[in-house]
């Protein structure tokens, strides 16, 4: 029964991770899998967990032997770590988006050089540039440019 | 490129994963997922909304500030400084592998770059190479005629309509497009490169920008399946 439970949580989390990689195809098929578990994992994995903590507690008196105690504990640690995976958002690991962005005016951003790219906006009259090689890496960053909120992608 | 403005209220988005090497993102509000090069909510609670997207210009920093002096930019994040590209990063993408499935008698190559230009729900591929510093390219798609310009060796890239008060412009190169100059023929007008007439009889006019997607064929091809590509002198 502990088996099963731990068994679940990781392919809970771990099948979304293998299916939504960088480098594989994606069918619509498993973009629909991976969103569903994605959606319901944090939920699943922390009920899993409880009943986890339960089991175990229950079987620890009965199982005096250091191997028994052994794949218990195993078990446990398994459990609170997938419930732990299943909060986190492994692609901001790797990619960060900018929590707190920062804007220097044209004239000091001397980080900057002149054939270097930049995606560009102008609305209302007011302009921002956010230069490729950062979107590259952060992907993902919230403005306000002319007071219309929005999001730079690349 | 996309206003956060959906569905009546201002979302907040997250990365969510990778759809064929385009990034999913996931809007904090709703968990609904969207995929980065449509803009398109593809499954949850908002699927099928569509973002509205802001118009941006592709160019290089030094063409940008010498039109906006006062832009401001954004800085390099002190806490991720290490994690950025190389400046030759280009190269490095060129060189990874794609998944999405290809016909044998794809017209160009996986990672060629594109100018990617859809108007009216015609969309068409221009190899970046053929088109880097030939001077304006005027083109018609659908219905519409285009002008393109690819200019600063390729690292700067606009699109026009070319269409001013119901009459379709030409147009060709003052002397050589760096020049930052370009002409309208019937009218002999001179424009510069953001597609502003700046003297002969069409002075101060505008022609209206359309945003092209600089892309992978591969990319640009997926999210434009009905695409053409351009063929020079045709």
Redesign the interface.
Known sequence: MLCLLVGVSLLAVGIPVWLIQPFRHQTPQDLEVSYLLRRWSPVGTSILAGFAVFWVLRLWRGSPGILRRGGLSLALVLALLTAWFAQQNHFEWLFRPPAHPEYAPAEEASFLAGEERVLGIELKGEAAAYPIRQMAYHHLVHDRVGGVPLVVTY | ?????ADGR?L??????????N???RDGQT?S?WQ?ASGQA???PLKGTKLKR?????????T??RE??????????P??AG???A?N?EEEVAA??V???RSPREPLKDRDLVVGVEISGASRAYLLSELTDRGPVNDRLGDSPILLMVF?GG??VRVFERTVEGQALEFFAATGVDSGRIIDTPTGSTWDLTGLAIAGPLSGRRLARLNPLLDYWFDWKTYHPDTDVYRAGR
């Open positions: 490129m996309w206003e956060l403005t201002e907040e988005f997250h990365l969510a994963g990778i759809n064929n090497e990034f999913i993102m968990g997922w980065q593809i499954l949850g802001v118009p941006h210009d592709e160019v290089t920093f030094a940008w500030k906006h002096p006062a832009t401001r930019v954004l800085k390099r994040d806490t991720t994690k950025y590209a400046a990063w990874y592998p998944v999405t499935p600063e690292r700067s």
